[in-house]
């Protein structure tokens, strides 16, 4: 097997590599909004979300069981059964993704008209089944790879994936789709399958190539349902409650009186301030992306120091990173968004999530390590719990508070969850963090940001911003020299 990179060289990797496609992703979210307009790209989001719930309910929780599972096999010193596993991981997506997308193909008439409210989405639900399997195999693929420590093979196979499906795409939206908002979310559709096919062959055909020794045929069914079976659950929930938020948001939204156009409000906020609000999160989502099988791996070995060190570590990035990303937003919303979508509303918006940015990046690196430390089956508690009061909240306030009772809704259920997955954290681990430094960190933020605010131009806000928080964040002891010696020693080879 090729040589493994230490996590945070791994994750160095990642970081550009998610950098690059946010970059892209986001650029070209601003081109489909110029060519079908606010109203478009929320017919774009409900499309989007019935796809993603199709998806989660076909992947089944194969991809970070294929990762959790691999992961044990290594960090026990079994390359040899890697094999069974990919194989018994492989049969399992197969049978739950084939019986997704032969349903979703059959009632796309009824989701279309029922649940999207708009019949000439069919053809997009039905480009959705039919790439839904292949899909779900990337998952598998991605997820060996993963936990393989494959890194730079992964990145460059997802840059082609991304280039592919942008290419197709635009040349579907260019010569057949044009403005028609069905035809649009068709050509998304079609882009990100062929996408996914191309994904599909080079992980295959690399897996070939590495002619790996299979030992004798292990069971590998109890795991991998004990496994996938709890983050199945756990997923479809959360995507059949974000679907359902999603599907319900604009008829609910109708009914309150300060919205004219219930589609281009949700579709702003969605389609334009979230892409945007987790642009920078590209840098966070490759250490969640390597914590999973390197917390697997340090649990399987008993390495509970080692565990206990990278809790303490990733949590104190993720804050700091999320404070410092979330003043900048806030500081620049309105001209960033009127430079990108010539939409004074977004920037609006975007100032008001930017407040939940910590806590929002804080708990996408929580989650990926209490399913490293093998914490599913809480999880799902935790998830019917926050998802279960979020529709109940959008369900009683969009009427009567509108995008206020949205934003309401989506701070109480994110930060309970966030709560409840950081204390389960701290127990499995046994780690603890001192209160003062989010509370010194928050303080140093918030200073930076009032004192940034008096300067007019956009980068010298940003520059401010961030040497007035830097200094703060060393005179308050929030930063030390370690840190410091931390962050060089990353670098060094």
């Known amino acids: ?29 601003v081109y489909i909004s110029g060519r079908i307009g606010a109203a478009g790209v929320g017919l774009l989001q409900l499309v989007l979300s019935v796809g993603m719930l199709a998806l989660t309910a076909g992947m089944a929780g194969v991809r970070t069981a294929t990762m959790y599972l691999t992961a044990e096999e290594l960090g026990h010193k079994r390359p040899q059964n890697v094999g069974w596993v990919l194989s018994g991981c492989f049969l399992y997506s197969i049978l739950c993704s084939g019986l997704i997308a032969m349903g979703l193909y059959f009632f796309a008439p009824v989701l279309a008209s029922q649940w999207i409210g708009d019949i000439q989405t069919v053809g997009a639900i039905r480009t959705l089944s039919a790439f839904l399997p292949i899909t779900c195999l990337c998952g598998c693929m991605t997820g060996y790879f993963t936990a393989a420590n494959r890194i730079g093979t992964l990145a460059a196979v997802e840059v082609a994936e991304q280039l592919l499906s942008m290419a197709v795409t635009m040349a579907a939206l260019s010569f057949w789709a044009g403005t028609d908002a069905g035809r649009a979310c068709q050509a998304v559709v079609l882009g990100s399958g062929v996408g996914a096919c191309l994904t599909l062959i080079c992980l295959m055909l690399l897996r070939i190539r590495e002619r790996a020794d299979t030992g004798p045929r292990i069971r590998i069914s109890h795991r991998l349902l004990e496994t996938a079976v709890p983050l199945a659950l756990a997923d479809d929930l959360k995507a059949g409650i974000s679907s359902t938020e999603n599907l319900m948001v604009p008829k609910r939204l109708s009914l309150y009186p300060g919205v004219q156009n219930p589609l281009a409000a949700f579709g702003t906020i969605c389609g334009m301030v979230f892409p945007v609000m987790m642009f920078p999160a590209a840098i966070l989502f490759g250490l969640a992306e390597l914590l999973i099988p390197e917390l697997a791996r340090c649990a399987a070995a008993g390495s509970q120091r080692r565990i206990g060190y990278l809790v303490r570590r990733s949590l104190r990035v993720a804050m700091l990173y999320g404070f410092l990303c979330s003043g900048i937003l806030f500081l620049i919303a309105d001209k960033l968004c009127a430079a990108l979508y010539d939409n004074q509303e977004a920037g609006t918006y975007l100032q008001l999530y930017a407040l939940l940015i910590p806590m929002l990046y804080c708990d996408c690196i929580t989650d990926a390590m209490t399913k490293g430390l093998g914490q599913q089956k809480i999880c799902v508690r935790y998830n019917i719990l926050t998802s279960s009061m979020d529709v109940a909240f959008l369900y009683l306030l ?66 401010g911003f961030v040497l007035i928080f830097g200094c703060l964040l060393i005179l308050l002891k929030v930063l030390h020299k370690e840190d410091l010696q931390w962050l060089k020693g990353l670098f060094r080879i």
Do not use: D, E
């Not at 204390?423 to 004192?451: E, Q």
């Open 1 to 29: 097997m090729p040589r493994k990179m230490p996590i945070f060289y791994s994750a160095l990797m990642l970081t550009g590599v998610n950098l690059l496609l946010r970059l892209v992703s986001t650029s070209f979210q």
């Open 398 to 463: 969009l009427p009567r508070y509108g995008m206020n009772g949205y934003f309401f809704s989506f701070l109480v259920t994110h930060l309970l969850n966030f709560i409840l997955s950081l204390r389960l954290l701290f127990k499995i681990s046994g780690t603890r963090i001192s209160p003062t430094v989010p509370v010194f960190a928050f303080a140093a933020a918030g200073a930076a940001v009032w004192a940034a605010s008096f300067l007019s131009a956009t980068a010298g806000r940003c520059i």
